[in-house]
C-alpha cells in the first residue's frame, strides 16, 4: 500500500518537539508581559497573605476553605524577597500590606504572580504528552499551541491566584488516569496518586470535578472496549496493589504540601491526623453558605444563577479557532464512541461534560476560571480534528489544498488572537459578544480591578486632579500610585470625574447603587474595566 501523505513525513519529531517548547516560551513571556500592566485583581492579596502565612509562620487561618498549594506558589517570590507576614486580623489586610504601596507593590505583586507560571509550563507539558498519545509529535505541538494561545489561560496564569494550578492539576490527574486504566502499572499508579494529591491541595473544587470526571471517562472505556476488565480475573492482588498505591502517593504528595503537620482532626479532639488543616478547610468549603454576591449573565442579576451559565460563558469566552476546532473533535470523539473505534479521544469529552456539570451543581457562577480546565481539555479535542482533517485531506486529491488550506488558515488565526488580545487577556471575549460583552458577563471574566495602573496613566495624560471611583476590587488607589482618587459612596451623586467599573455598573457591585452611571454619556474607557464620565456642575445642579 502506499503512505498517504502527511504533515509529520516533511517535520521530524525532533521539529515538533522544538515548536512546542518554542510556542510554550512564547506563552510565558507574554504572561509575564502583563505583570505590570495590570493592579492587583480582588482576590490577589488574600492568596499571596494565606500562602506567606503558611511559609513564614506554618500556620494556615486566612480562608481555610482554599487549600495552599497555589497560594504557597504565589508567597514564594515575596519571600525570598524578604517579605514576611505581618499578623493583620484578615486576609485582604495583611494582603495589602505585604503589597506596600509604590515601587514595592509593584515589585511584590509581579513576583507573587511568577510563582503561578510553573503551572503554565506544567499544563502545556501535560497536554503535550497527552496530546502525543492521541495523535504523535505534530499533535503535541498543536495542543500546546491551542492553549498557549487562549487568552483566558495566559490571564489567570498571569495572576497571583489558585485557578491556573487547578487547571494544571485537573488537566495531569486526568492524563493519569487515562493512562492508568490503559495500563495500571505501578508507574501509573504512582503518577496518578501524585497528581491526584496536588488537585486535592490545590482546590477543594477539584474534589467535585474529578468524582464526576473520573467515573465518565471509565464508563467511556468501558463502552468501547466492551466492558473489558481493566485487570484479568485472577489479578486480584494486583489491583489492591495498584489502588493502595495510588490512594498512598496521593496522601503523602498532599500531607507535604502541608509540611508533613500533624494536629488534632477538631481542636481539642484527641483524634490524630496528617494534614488536619486540609480536613477542616474541606469541612468548611462543605458547610460554607452560597456566594452573597449576585450572578450576571445577559443583563440580569440572580442569586441562584443558572444551570446553563458556563455554556454561554465557553460559548463567548472561547477563542473561534479552539470552538471551531473543538466541536470537530468532539463529533470525532463522539463517531469513535459509537463504533467503538477507541475510547482515548472520546475520554477528554466525557471528562468535559462532567467538569460543566460539576460546575453547574457547585453553583457559583463568578467566571470562566471557575472551569479553566474545559479550554486544557477543549485543546485535545481541536488538535484530534486538526491532524485528521490534514491526514484525511490527502485521500481525496481535489478536495486536498482546500482543506489543508482552511486548517492552516485556522493555524494563523489561533496564533493571531493572543497577539490581538494581548495584554487584555482577563477580558478577552470572541466576536460572538458583540461590541459590548459588559451586557453578557462581568466580573472576573471581564472586570476584576485590574487597571488602576491605567487610571493613574489616563489621569496624567488627561491632566485630571481627582476623580472619584466606584471600584470593583480591593486595591488601594494610593498603593497601586493613583494619586487623588477616592471612593465613590454608593449614595452620592458627585460632580466632576468619575470612573466606573463594569461589574459595579452591572448591579453586581454596589447592590446597585452605580446603575444611575448608565444614564451618562461616557467620555471613555479606562482599560477594558473601567468607564470613564464627567459630571459638570450645571448638570448636578439640575
Known sequence: MTARPSLSVALPARVWRIVALAVTIAGALAIAGTYFTFSNTFDEPAHLAAGMQRLATGRYDYDAQRPPLGRIAAAVGPYLHGDRSVGASSAYDEGARLLGRGAHYRTTLALARLGELPFFLLLCGVLWAWARQLTDDRGGAIAVALAASN?????????????????????????????????????HSLALGIALGLSATTDYASLAMLALAFPAVYLTRRHATGRAPIWPDNAGRRASLALGAVFAAAAITGWGVYGFHTGPLIEGSRVVVPAPEWFRGFASYVTAPSPARPAFLFGERSASGWWYYYLVALLVKSPLPLLLVAILGAAAAMRDLVRRLGWQLAAPLA???????????????????????????????????????????????????????????????????PMRAHPDYLAYFNPIAGDRPELILVDSNLDWGQDLYRLDMVMRRMRIDSVSVAYYGSASFDAAGVRHARTLAAAERPTGWIAASQTMLAGVGGDGAYEWL????????VGASLVLYYVPPRRARR
Do not use: K, Y
Open 351 to 417: 471528562a468535559t461534560a462532567a467538569i460543566i456539570l460539576a460546575a453547574a451543581f457547585v453553583g457559583d457562577d463568578a467566571g470562566i476560571r471557575l472551569v479553566l480546565p474545559v479550554f486544557a481539555l477543549l485543546a485535545l479535542l481541536g488538535t484530534a480534528a486538526i491532524v485528521e482533517l490534514w491526514d484525511h485531506s490527502a485521500t481525496r486529491v481535489p478536495a486536498r489544498r482546500l482543506v489543508r488550506a482552511v486548517v492552516a488558515a485556522t493555524l494563523v488565526a489561533v496564533a493571531v488572537v
Open 151 to 187: 487568552p483566558n489561560l495566559l490571564a489567570h496564569a498571569g495572576l497571583a491566584t489558585t485557578d491556573i494550578a487547578l487547571a494544571a492539576t485537573i488537566t495531569a490527574s486526568l492524563f493519569a488516569f487515562v493512562l492508568w486504566l490503559d495500563a495500571p502499572r505501578w508507574t
Open 518 to 525: 448608565n444614564e451618562l454619556q461616557p467620555v471613555g474607557r
